[in-house]
């Protein structure tokens, strides 16, 4: 109902009226843009500061992996343990004999259980830099060591390919739960980036004023200030009528009362409230662990605790609606095999994504893994790289999404192989 | 389809007063009235389109951040040429006001070094307090300690950022703070490259951008080559020959003893080492990448990638001291510096020189003829449109080369064209974040008042003051500025001036508004049209500001409050004002 209201009283109205506001206009030029596929929604979430991947995705069958981190390693799993709670645990949850989640990451166990999580190792950047800046930039550009990319590889998915053909031009089709347009999502087409659903609205007191405002927008003017304005008043009453402030998460999920848990819950509530979201972009600090990172407990494993409880409170609370959704997380780069003189680790080469979704092959662990001796080392000190992320971005795009513009996305780009991650 | 717009409040501006804008002569001499220098091409005042009205309109809202009260009654005593001339030549206007201001804040008046040394990056605490865990964990004086180790770094980025708006509101130079925003721009640098960037930005605006903004190029384009802004935005500084290649001074330790040995033969000690392995660091084209690509020939300017590592290697050894140990001057290592032969668009630099490698790119790049052209075309497209005529891109262009690349002479030609004064070009461009929020500032009245807030309300729009990651800078069209989140920012921006919750300004007390308190409505609304729109709005907004009605609004569902926003309603003329800050015409300039 919600949304055949919009379409009537808003989007078609402003195409009759000869407008053109940036949704529209992009749909508009691109009629023989390829389609996606109808309901998917992609939610990148981004760990910016570089997690260490070989604490997350702990390589507890390598023995060099030991031998380098003497104080901060995740122990070997607890024998005769599959399962292991967050409290108290100690060693590594085991996923395939040779691979174990850190014990922070309990939450997520029951998603490899029943195949929805896949992890990949030894994935990243191609690029040589170790700067957070650069390579979060060449995450999100999707353009390793070029600098002059002005746009994100989500937002060149969105201006190189159409909605599906049943789905009603959004505003909605791109959102970023950050204060301002991440890089990853910077671009020709439109996207809303917002701190929270309820701050998506006019901030005016009682009186006549926001419909004032609004009257402002409605005076006949078909420009693309009008144009944009309108539809902003449609979006603020689309999203009103979605009825933030009265969502309950299903299933009994409790989320995290942290930012990032927050901001993950109104994520599950854009796609409920069927607005037409299809890229949903978050992200989380506190990665960049140089000092005292801990091992199985401390500062890395408070992360984790966050992170891996706010990602199973958003697939628990999707529910079935999982099958349509994959939840993709990455950052910047791993860190250096070996720890470093102060509890901690440095800046490192390749890291780890979690791959979640109905549709994706789980319980299996992704990538190549190249060993941690000092030969198969990067430069003799990092992991080393065997998954190029746009192999990832682009499998996810084309096989979830729909998306044939890989060209487009990933310009001077040829996935090596595929990795076979989603049905 | 738009419909036309009609002028309604000209003449409510009589009654404002006029502005400080003191035209009068401070630093030079008077300037030579008789003969035209090079720079000054007639102006084309018989072929403009649009009124008089019109004109002083435009001026003041392409050549400046927004008109004052005031401003354009001065505008039009003065007229129209003679103070776009007075405008092209800062030096010759004087800016007390807002030099005074700047003369408080420490870091427009201390090198970068110093204010590094003073204010340190809180590396060290940081890590030490971020190993105890989360924020919950730290102790009262953990968090005490931690203050005062931010206040400095702090003080920094408040005055580098809020500078920026301080300067656009205060200053005269109205046309020279138009030009810093745009090279800066230009010359893009992110403050957060690393803990060294923000202690260079106060000194990289002041010293090396706005001196130059309407200079020669090859000057300003060295400025910048040679400012640690942009050696460590852009990595140069710790650009290097590669380890094939010839460096102008071997390192120590890479001769007769051979690696791992001292120059004298001796064992080096692990420190040494290490030092040398990061010494022996090699190439980084991301400076010379950016040159080619943005600062100067432009994407499609005609280089090639072996263009870019030329250019790259011409430039190894300009450098300044390492920046994570407080930095310093710029300086020319010869032991860094790749002194091979080099070919850079078909010029051959010889093998064995030093910093004349550098020297050299930077000629040979500022005169090619795809650096006018863009040069040209990007500025035309920030004072005319969007897309501006091919043939005033040209014209300008032409001038470029014509003058060597003297900013000030592209400028004039380029607003005194009949294309900058076409009714096609009035009110044509969209307004960035800080131009809105400035502008609004400028209207009324506004006071630099010393804190983020202002910053950061820019940054709420899109536009964080040096912050743009990738160094091509902020978008210089609409379409790229208007979408459904950034017009929601803008409308809620003109609530927040009408609702009191910007400091330094009050939507009811500004200069012109006191004979509007008690006015009536078709007055008040009349009086702040005039003062904030420039005087040009379509009836139904006028009728809109003055009775809310409006027979579009009836088809639409209404938009109620949310209850837990509810706030004590805004009324009179702050209703007025927040409207008209938040209405479509405010977005334009």
């Known amino acids: ?423 | 389809m738009q419909r036309p717009i009609r002028i309604v409040a000209a003449a409510a501006m009589a009654s404002l007063t006029a502005c400080g804008g003191s035209p009068a002569a401070q630093v030079e001499p008077a300037p030579r009235m008789t003969a035209a220098p090079q720079d000054q091409a007639p102006a084309e005042s018989g072929s403009r389109e649009q009124t008089a009205d019109e004109q002083v309109n435009h001026l003041l809202s392409r050549l400046t951040f927004g008109a004052r009260a005031g401003d354009a009654e001065a505008v039009r005593a003065m007229g129209v040429d003679k103070w776009i001339d007075l405008q092209l030549h800062p030096e010759r206007i004087g800016d007390s006001k807002s030099d005074q201001y700047f003369a408080t804040l420490e870091s427009y008046n201390t090198s970068s070094q110093e204010l590094q040394r003073k204010y340190p990056p809180p590396n060290q605490l940081l890590q030490r307090l971020q190993a105890k865990g989360d924020r919950s964990k730290l102790s009262a004086a953990d968090s005490a300690e931690l203050r005062e180790a931010t206040a400095g770094p702090r003080k920094v980025t408040i005055e580098a950022q809020s500078g920026r708006i301080d300067r656009a509101l205060l200053s005269e130079r109205q046309l020279q703070e138009v030009m810093t925003d745009f090279w800066l721009n230009h010359f893009s640098v992110y403050i957060q490259k690393g803990p060294p960037e923000r202690y260079q930005l106060a000194q990289y605006e002041s010293t090396v951008i706005r001196p130059n903004s309407l200079g020669k190029f090859r000057v300003l384009l060295e400025a910048v080559a040679k400012s640690p802004a942009m050696l460590f935005y852009l990595d140069n500084w710790e650009s290097q020959a590669d380890s094939n290649r010839p460096r102008l001074v071997p390192l120590p330790g890479a001769g007769r003893g051979g690696a791992g040995r001292n120059g004298r033969g001796g064992l080096l000690t692990p420190q040494q080492q290490q030092q040398l392995a990061r010494r022996r660091g090699g190439l980084n084209e991301n400076y010379g990448r950016e040159l080619l690509e943005l600062h100067t020939l432009g994407v499609d300017g005609g280089y090639t990638q072996q263009d870019v590592i030329n250019v790259a290697r011409a430039l190894t050894g300009w450098t300044f001291p390492r920046p994570q140990l407080g930095g310093g001057a710029f300086e020319f290592n010869p032991q860094m510096h790749d002194a091979g032969a080099k070919v850079v668009l078909g010029h051959r630099l010889a093998a064995g020189r030093g910093i004349e490698d550098g020297e050299d790119v930077l000629d040979i790049v500022s005169r090619h003829p795809s650096t006018a052209k863009y040069i040209a075309f990007k500025l035309a497209r920030r004072f005319v449109s969007d897309t501006p005529p091919a043939e005033l891109v040209e014209r300008a262009a032409a001038t470029f080369r014509r003058t060597d690349g003297d900013i000030r002479a592209v400028v004039r030609t380029i607003i005194t064209s009949k294309e900058f004064f076409s009714r096609a070009a009035y009110r044509s461009k969209v307004k960035s974040p800080f131009e809105v929020v400035v502008s609004a500032l400028r209207a009324l009245g506004a006071q630099p008042d010393g804190t983020l807030r202002t910053a950061q309300t820019i940054a709420t729009l899109g536009e964080p003051i040096y912050g743009h990651q990738a160094p091509n800078g902020w978008p210089e069209t609409g379409d790229q500025w208007m979408n459904t989140g950034s017009i929601l920012n803008r409308i809620n921006f003109g609530v927040a001036i009408a609702a009191g919750r910007i400091p330094g300004v009050s939507p009811v007390n500004w200069k012109g508004a006191e004979s509007l308190q008690n006015a009536p409505i078709e007055q008040q609304v009349d009086g702040v049209v005039g003062a904030l729109l420039g005087g040009g709005v379509s009836p139904d907004t006028r009728a809109i500001l003055i009775t809310g009605k409006n027979p579009f609004l009836a088809s639409a569902a209404a938009l109620d409050t949310m209850p837990e926003m509810a706030r004590p309603p805004t009324r009179g003329l702050a209703l007025i004002v927040g409207l008209a800050i938040g209405s479509p015409e405010f977005q334009r300039r």
């Not at chain 1, 967050?86 to 029951?110: E, Q, V």
């Not at chain 1, 192999?391 to 076979?420: C, D, Q, W, Y």
């Open chain 1, 1 to 423: 109902m919600r949304r055949r209201y919009f379409v009537k009283s808003g989007a078609v109205a402003l195409v009759t009226m000869g407008l053109s506001p940036s949704f529209l206009r992009r749909t508009a030029m691109g009629m023989d843009l390829p389609l996606a596929q109808k309901g998917k929604v992609l939610i990148c979430l981004f760990q910016r500061g570089a997690a260490d991947a070989l604490n997350v995705v702990v390589p507890h069958g390598e023995r060099a992996y030991y031998q380098l981190r003497p104080n901060i390693a995740i122990p070997q799993p607890l024998r005769g343990t599959g399962a292991v709670g967050s409290t108290g645990a100690t060693g590594a949850i085991d996923l395939d004999g040779f691979f174990g989640l850190h014990p922070s990451l309990a939450p997520l166990k029951p998603l490899w259980d029943s195949g929805l999580l896949a992890p990949i190792h030894a994935v990243g950047s191609p690029s040589a830099t170790r700067s957070h800046f650069d390579a979060q930039d060449y995450m999100e550009s999707g353009t390793p060591d070029a600098k002059g990319t002005s746009d994100g590889w989500l937002n060149r998915y969105l201006a190189t390919s159409g909605t599906c053909e049943q789905c009603a031009p959004t505003p909605f089709r791109a959102v970023a739960m950050t204060p301002q347009t991440p890089r990853i999502l910077e671009g020709t087409a439109p996207a809303v980036a917002m701190n929270s659903l309820d701050e998506f609205a006019v901030r005016s007191g009682g009186g006549d004023q926001t419909a004032r405002l609004e009257a402002l927008y409605r005076t006949g003017s078909a420009d693309l200030i009008h144009g944009t304005g309108q539809e902003m008043f449609e979006a603020v009453k689309m999203l009103r009528s979605a009825n933030p402030t009265q969502y309950q998460p299903q299933n009994g999920t409790d989320y995290p009362k942290s930012q990032f848990g927050q901001r993950l819950k109104q994520i599950a509530q854009l796609i409920k409230s069927k607005v037409g979201l299809e890229i949903a972009f978050a992200d989380v600090g506190g990665w960049d662990t140089h000092v005292n990172q801990g091992g199985a407990t401390g500062q890395l494993a408070q992360r984790l605790d966050d992170f891996a409880k706010s990602i199973a409170a958003l697939a628990n609370d999707l529910g079935e609606g999982m099958e349509n959704v994959v939840i993709l997380t990455m950052s910047e780069f791993g860190r250096m095999a070996r720890q470093n003189g102060n509890g901690g680790t440095d800046h490192g080469h390749a890291g780890a994504m979690f791959v979640i979704g109905g549709s994706v092959h789980g319980k299996k662990v992704y990538g190549k893994w190249p060993g941690l001796e000092p030969e198969q080392l990067y430069e003799g000190r990092d992991l080393a790289l065997t998954t190029d992320f746009r192999s990832v971005f682009s499998e996810i795009a084309s096989k979830h999404l729909g998306a044939t513009n890989l060209g487009a996305m990933f310009p001077g780009f040829t996935s090596a192989a595929r990795l076979g991650l989603l049905a």
